[in-house]
């Protein structure tokens, strides 16, 4: 009876696990799909395609693995629930929560980026990056974070910086190439971005990283380009809402007093703070919240706060070859939630051209990151029209951009993370070096962009 009873069990057990498993697998082929994942950031794996090569060498199936691991039912709160049994198991730091793991590049992308990097002489390896917050629709699934180390200290997350001067070396030789390039008529500046981690990091840790490999970078800079000192200028408002708590980026203050440091090194007048319109957007959790699942964080939101200009301007977006150009603005202010960062320029385009109500015939082209997003508008208010281009998806000559709009300045403005890495090297080689036969084509009349991310219109 016993035996009896036991193998009813066991069928039981069975049936039901069974019964689970075709439910599950039912719900995830019937459910409908998101594309993007909001809280990371980035691309969700879509269902691989069958090919011979991808089947014989396993990668078919390691592919289907990534699906069914990114599309599963109630991934967030399964994350979220994980993320809580973490926090309370084991031994920890009351005050220094550490987090690290890996989002490195697949192989296959490593290897080809680097004989891409070998054909314009830089060796190093490639370095994945610290940035992007809006990832255009075409764009394939890639690592665009990799938050290597992030410490949670009194509340905010923290990522360790740690840096290459072969690497920094490399950079400052690429900017001395775009110099020698544009001649005495065009203005090179470069600005050194930190992401705060000096300013904020417990008293046992070892300070002035980010300092000391900013003033290398620097040292190793040609006399001709003019640096902006926008380390010492965030220096002193240390205490202030600079950077964010949850995210990697600095706020819309802590771009406030970069542009002060950019306007003493252009000889320019800045405007005062109470010259600005100053917004806030509330409850933002940003990447390194998502990066770690730190319920400390979550319980210091932060807030978005953007200061809109007094100048009247009008705003247009290109694709990566410039052979489309449609209307857009200079803040999306419909940004929400974890994708409030987005408020500044709305997205990271290929290229923006803003043109404002200052008649001065002064141009400036930036080279930018996503910090580059927060920092750009404050130009906007001194020259007549600004270019922003994201090195990430350009794929058109800047030489051929500053001479078809005849612009005499040009800024380099990278977190410290972007300017130690390879990868944006070698891309800002290819934009200075590379044929592109695409022509930009004439304004196309449009109401509005959609933003891949924020996923909403841009309302007139």
Same mark, same amino acid.
């Given at each position: 009876?016993?035996?009896?009873?036991?193998?009813?069990?066991?069928?039981?057990?069975?049936?039901?696990?069974?019964? =689970?498993?075709?439910?599950?697998?039912?719900?995830?082929?019937?459910?409908?799909?998101?594309?993007?994942?909001?809280?990371?950031?980035?691309?969700?794996?879509?269902?691989?395609?069958?090919?011979?090569?991808?089947?014989?060498?396993?990668?078919?199936?390691?592919?289907?693995?990534?699906?069914?691991?990114?599309?599963?039912?109630?991934?967030?709160?399964?994350?979220?629930?994980?993320?809580?049994?973490?926090?309370?198991?084991?031994?920890?730091?009351?005050?220094?929560?550490?987090?690290?793991?890996?989002?490195?590049?697949?192989?296959?992308?490593?290897?080809?980026?680097?004989?891409? =990097?070998?054909?314009?002489?830089?060796?190093?390896?490639?370095?994945?990056?610290?940035?992007?917050?809006? =990832?255009?629709?075409?764009?394939?699934? /890639?690592? *665009?974070?990799?938050?290597?180390?992030?410490?949670?200290?009194?509340?905010?997350?923290?990522?360790?910086?740690?840096?290459?001067?072969?690497?920094?070396?490399?950079?400052?030789?690429?900017?001395?190439?775009?110099?020698?390039?544009?001649?005495?008529?065009?203005?090179?500046?470069?600005?050194?971005?930190?992401?705060?981690?000096?300013?904020?990091?417990?008293?046992?840790?070892?300070?002035?990283? /980010?300092?000391?490999?900013?003033?290398?970078?620097?040292?190793?800079?040609?006399?001709?380009?003019?640096?902006?000192?926008?380390?010492?200028?965030?220096?002193?408002?240390?205490?202030?809402?600079?950077?964010?708590?949850?995210?990697?980026?600095?706020?819309?203050?802590?771009?406030?007093?970069?542009?002060?440091?950019?306007?003493?090194?252009?000889?320019?007048?800045?405007?005062?703070?109470?010259?600005?319109?100053?917004?806030?957007?509330?409850?933002? !959790?940003?990447?390194?919240?998502?990066?770690?699942?730190?319920?400390?964080?979550?319980?210091?939101?932060?807030?978005?706060?953007? *200061?809109?200009?007094?100048?009247?301007?009008?705003?247009?977006?290109?694709?990566?070859?410039?052979?489309?150009?449609?209307?857009?603005?200079?803040?999306? /202010?419909?940004?929400?939630?974890?994708?409030?960062?987005?408020? *500044?320029?709305?997205?990271?385009?290929?290229?923006?051209?803003?043109?404002?109500?200052?008649?001065?015939?002064?141009?400036?082209?930036?080279?930018?990151?996503?910090?580059?997003?927060?920092?750009?508008?404050?130009?906007?208010?001194?020259?007549?029209?600004?270019?922003?281009?994201?090195?990430?998806?350009?794929?058109?000559?800047?030489?051929?951009?500053?001479?078809?709009?005849?612009?005499?300045?040009?800024?380099?403005?990278?977190?410290?993370?972007?300017?130690?890495?390879?990868?944006?090297?070698?891309?800002?080689?290819? !934009?200075?070096?590379?044929?592109?036969?695409?022509?930009?084509?004439?304004?196309?009349?449009?109401?509005?962009?959609?933003?891949?991310?924020?996923?909403?219109?841009?309302?007139?």
């Amino acid at each position: 009876m016993k035996t009896f009873f036991s193998n009813i069990y066991s069928r039981l057990n069975s049936f039901v696990f069974v019964i =689970i498993l075709i439910t599950v697998g039912l719900l995830i082929i019937v459910l409908p799909k998101e594309k993007i994942s909001q809280d990371e950031k980035r691309v969700l794996t879509r269902f691989p395609v069958l090919t011979q090569e991808n089947l014989f060498s396993g990668k078919y199936f390691e592919d289907i693995d990534s699906y069914y691991s990114d599309n599963f039912i109630y991934r967030n709160e399964f994350i979220e629930i994980a993320s809580k049994f973490k926090k309370i198991k084991g031994i920890k730091n009351e005050e220094i929560q550490y987090f690290s793991k890996s989002k490195a590049l697949s192989q296959s992308k490593i290897k080809k980026t680097n004989k891409q =990097i070998s054909k314009v002489g830089v060796k190093d390896k490639i370095d994945t990056e610290t940035v992007n917050d809006s =990832i255009p629709s075409d764009i394939s699934n /890639e690592a *665009f974070e990799n938050f290597n180390s992030v410490i949670v200290y009194k509340n905010r997350a923290i990522q360790i910086f740690s840096a290459s001067e072969k690497r920094f070396s490399s950079f400052a030789n690429l900017v001395a190439k775009y110099k020698n390039e544009l001649g005495p008529n065009v203005n090179v500046f470069c600005m050194a971005i930190p992401v705060g981690s000096d300013f904020n990091l417990p008293p046992s840790f070892k300070k002035n990283r /980010e300092k000391n490999s900013i003033n290398y970078l620097y040292s190793k800079m040609n006399p001709s380009i003019k640096c902006v000192k926008a380390y010492d200028e965030l220096e002193k408002h240390k205490n202030e809402y600079i950077q964010f708590n949850t995210d990697h980026h600095w706020t819309g203050r802590g771009a406030y007093y970069a542009y002060l440091a950019f306007c003493n090194s252009a000889g320019i007048e800045p405007l005062t703070v109470d010259k600005f319109e100053i917004k806030k957007i509330n409850n933002f !959790l940003g990447t390194l919240y998502y990066y770690t699942r730190c319920e400390d964080l979550k319980q210091n939101k932060d807030y978005v706060e953007y *200061f809109k200009i007094p100048n009247a301007t009008k705003a247009t977006c290109f694709n990566e070859n410039l052979s489309s150009e449609k209307g857009t603005k200079l803040y999306a /202010e419909y940004a929400r939630g974890g994708n409030s960062y987005g408020v *500044f320029l709305g997205s990271d385009y290929p290229m923006m051209r803003i043109r404002s109500d200052v008649k001065n015939g002064k141009k400036i082209l930036i080279i930018k990151d996503s910090y580059g997003n927060a920092f750009a508008p404050f130009l906007c208010s001194h020259f007549e029209e600004v270019f922003v281009v994201d090195y990430r998806y350009l794929k058109y000559n800047i030489l051929n951009i500053i001479k078809k709009y005849g612009i005499n300045n040009l800024l380099f403005a990278h977190n410290v993370f972007v300017l130690n890495s390879t990868f944006t090297t070698y891309q800002e080689y290819k !934009l200075l070096n590379s044929n592109f036969s695409v022509k930009p084509s004439k304004a196309e009349p449009t109401k509005s962009i959609k933003d891949t991310i924020i996923n909403k219109k841009d309302e007139d």
